[in-house]
């Protein structure tokens, strides 16, 4: 049973850090490429960043890009997702997805974390 579990979300201030990580099981972790996502009630879902197989292709929306950071460690099957200098708008709910195809625009993911809410207070 494929399972992507995630932990690390809270509320934070403005300008604060938060890391959140997504663990999997039941699946050959390295064999996937990772991404996170994030929705706001009412809006649709938005990409994030997302990260290759190998790690060696990342991809940032336009909106967090210098300021999150995805990371990867196949050997403990984890995907994490290093949040700086938040803002009130990436106030949402995360997502951690996995997919077998390859990386690119609107890439279908096969498998989804519970996800997990962060709040970014002003």
């Known amino acids: 049973q494929v399972q992507l579990v995630q932990s690390g979300g809270g509320l934070v201030q403005a300008g604060g850090s938060l890391r959140l990580s997504c663990a999997a099981s039941?699946?050959?972790?390295?064999?996937?490429?990772i991404g996170w996502f994030r929705q706001v009630p009412g809006k649709e879902r938005e990409f994030v960043v997302a990260?290759?197989?190998?790690?060696?292709?990342?991809y940032s929306g336009d909106s967090v890009r210098g300021r999150f950071t995805i990371s990867r460690d196949n050997a403990k099957n984890t995907a994490d997702l290093q949040m700086n200098s938040l803002k009130p708008e990436d106030t949402a709910v995360y997502y951690c997805?996995?997919?077998?195809?390859?990386?690119?625009?609107?890439?279908?993911?096969?498998?989804w974390g519970q996800g997990t809410p962060v709040t970014v207070s002003s």
């Open positions: 039941g699946l050959t972790f390295s064999r996937f490429g």
């Open positions: 997805a996995a997919t077998y195809r390859s990386l690119g625009p609107d890439t279908i993911f096969d498998y």
């Open positions: 990260i290759s197989r190998s790690g060696g292709m990342i």
